[in-house]
């Protein structure tokens, strides 16, 4: 028997420090709360359907842990992840945040969200085809008018939420500077559409070509 106690004696000793060590470790780092920013993120959404609401960018969480923990927690960015697989219809839904919605790290503990819910506006996802207008930056040179515009295309194709897409009469191109065209010119431009929940089918410039003519007299 006192033969099997002393084996090893060395590494049992070890063994025993390290577990005190690591006891007091723990006893000496309480338990602490923080306040942590999470960016939100949605997951398995249908692609017959778009989010039409307004959703926070960012959400506040408060969290619990050793110090030692929270620390670390502080540098990195945790999203808050939405599931949406099993919404199919068009719709509202209010989802409620709780630690299943965060990956939090081991020792680490959920406690609230601010705000606790997100209640989002589900949409049809649809796209239809809007006019191009061209935004001039100023007018031509003095004596000179714009005589013809056309763009190629002259429509374009823009998806989004419903709702949004269905408020959207035309889209316009970046300002095309006539500062000094006195004949007919070609530009590449950027399209922009105001609202920030409609997006182009194909996000890419356009062509602009441009006539101006010597006003009669001038």
Do not use: C
Not at 27 to 41: C, E, F, K, L, R
Not at 81 to 95: A, M, Q
Not at 149 to 166: A, L
């Amino acid at each position: 028997m006192i033969r099997y106690v002393t084996a090893n004696l060395g590494w049992k000793i070890l063994s025993l420090l390290i577990a005190i060590v690591l006891w007091y470790a723990i006893v000496d780092d309480p338990q602490h709360s923080m306040i942590v920013s999470a960016p939100v993120q949605f997951r398995g959404l249908s692609p017959d359907l778009d989010i039409g609401s307004d959703v926070p960018s960012t959400i506040e969480l408060e969290v619990r842990g050793p110090s030692s923990r929270l620390t670390d927690l502080s540098g990195t960015r945790i999203p808050v992840v939405i599931d949406l697989s099993k919404e199919d219809v068009p719709g509202e839904r209010t989802f409620s945040i709780s630690e299943r919605n965060i990956d939090l790290p081991s020792g680490v503990t959920f406690s609230r969200s601010i705000p606790s819910q997100l209640r989002l506006r589900l949409e049809r996802k649809v796209s239809k085809l809007v006019p191009v207008q061209v935004r001039f930056a100023g007018p031509p040179p003095a004596g000179y008018r714009v005589a013809a515009v056309k763009t190629f295309p002259d429509k374009v194709e823009i998806r989004g939420p419903e709702s949004h897409v269905e408020r959207v009469e035309a889209v316009e191109t970046d300002p095309v500077s006539l500062a000094t065209v006195v004949s007919e010119v070609e530009f590449r431009a950027q399209l922009y559409v105001a609202d920030p929940f409609v997006s182009f089918a194909k996000n890419e410039p356009i062509t602009v070509r441009v006539r101006t003519e010597r006003i009669p007299g001038s």
